[in-house]
């Protein structure tokens, strides 16, 4: 038996615009065609039904392979080539790396789609291609904190073994030399030692350097001023940073700005005799012009944990250095930060594996827990909406332009949209399409497919306990298969709210209406007068069709309204042709959420 509720709007609450705006613009066009596709939820591969398979491709801790073996098929598969990474990585659902394996655009294209989570177990991603991971959807993760402290003590330990030369010192005794006089080293106490990157491990060994009674200052732009107060390091520029120096330890990422920030210009300003230690990444430094300082005794030593190339080529000169002390990349390497680093890099790969955000995303936006559940309702009504109003859309007139207002009675500042606009572009592809969109690609397939979004927040009077009233989408410049659907200014227009905790369609065109997104929808133009609902209701009823919602908005009474049924089954050919030959009604048509 069909539940029936009948409804006509409430009015809509005033609303004040803001400035708030955020554009995309691109150019080509997208087609709609009506292939509907199961629902997925945000960067959801809970989808996958059968337990995913994880590939983990370096050495791991066992805590976090455990871990991982309660969720997942685990494939341990240490020093495999490109080609059988590439091999293998169509059978995987998550990889797990850590500064070895090249995640190339290639491993991505193998792949086939299957590939939804790379996790680094460590923290420098440079050995992961995001742009591609991105344009697959596939989201990278990574364990930032757990070998923090251990890179901070090999960084130290680099130090003192090379102000003291002990790296040489030992194989000299070991050779059955006894060389006092030749390796006297320098003392620590009072030089100044400068920092470049001053983020996790750079503020540790701050920390620790400060202990043994050096100077320290920091050059990073980025970095907060009150915590390098807080530890007592000075905040200095790059030129006055690199010719004060007697020691100089790298704690930045190798990205574009960074690479060989350490070169011959810099190397030429520096004190006669500084000191270089190197545990972040190779690629900071340019190494043949460290070479040339070294051989010109600019640089008086240097300690180096990463090469550009890992492992270094045999004969590779720095190595082979004399006043050069090296270890092979073990700045992550104790025991602790190995099991820390596979916990945390473990609960990340199955968090995201289960469609959980993940907290240490590198290429989807961060959201904290507390903002995801009081947004969760929201997010599937954006992505509702999304379904809906490109459903509306006359086959060939294709999508362009939409335009996404947000009501909120709190401030502008205070409303993070990325995850509303996420869904609703994935509420706009996905059905007319074969893509898979999700959080970390919604963006990028948007600019693929040369959809111009422009985002509006307006703000209301009323409690900002909510964090929105009410979300719309307009798309411009379309044709609809459904004319009511039309604002006044031609454009598609539907509006939705969350109504104890679900998502509603509040307002279709210019007619409001009120009807939960659940299961498929109709919408009916009609001159409003006696009996149409009930004959709607009894043919619907008649094709087996169950009704779970029913409402009308109207311009006034017996003018024209539009019906809005929420049912759980598809009408047949039959059923659908009964309804258009009901005279009062304009039009209708069937869209599936
Ligand atoms: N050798 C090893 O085994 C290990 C190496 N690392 C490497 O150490 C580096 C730092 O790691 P964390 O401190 O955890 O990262 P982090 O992100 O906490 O700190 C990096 C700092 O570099 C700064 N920075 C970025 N661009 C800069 C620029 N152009 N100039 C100056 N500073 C800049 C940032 O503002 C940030 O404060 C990373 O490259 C990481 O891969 C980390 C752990 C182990
Ligand atoms: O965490 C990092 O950035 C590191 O460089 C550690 O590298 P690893 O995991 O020891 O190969």
Redesign the pocket.
Known sequence: MAAFSFKVAPPLPKPTPSSFSWTLSLSSPITPHRTAKPHKTLIVFSSLNAKPTILVAEKLGQTGIQLLKTFANVDCSYDMTTEDLCAKISLCDALIVRSATKVTRQVFESSGGRLKVVGRA???IDNVDLAAATEHGCLVVNA?TA??IA?AE?GIALITAMARNIAQADASVKAGKWQRSKYVGVSLVGKTLLL???????SEVARRAKGLGMQVIA?????PADRARAIGVELVSFNEAISTADFISL?????P??SK?LNDYAFSKMKKGVRIIN???GGVIDEEALLRALNSGIVAQAAL??FTEEPPPKDNMLVLHENVTVTP????STFEAQEGVAIEIAEAVVGALKGELAATAVNAPMVPAEVLSELAPFILLAEKLGRLAVQLVAGGSGVQSVKITYASARGPDDLDTRLLRAMIIKGLIEPISSVFVNLVNADFTAKQRGLKLAEERIVLDGSPEKPLEFIQIQLANVESKFAGALSDLGEIKVQGMVKEGLPHLTMVGTFGVDVSLEGSLILCKQVDRPGIIGKVGTILGEGNVNVNFMSVGRIAPRKQAVMTIGVDEEPDIETVKKIGEIKAIEEFVFLKL
């Open positions: 460590g923290v420098g930032p070998n923090t890179a090999h470049m990157g001053f983020g996790k491990v750079g050059y990073d732009p980025y970095a704690h930045m990422p190798l990205t700005t960074t920030i545990v972040a990444r944990d990463v990349h073990l700045g992550a």
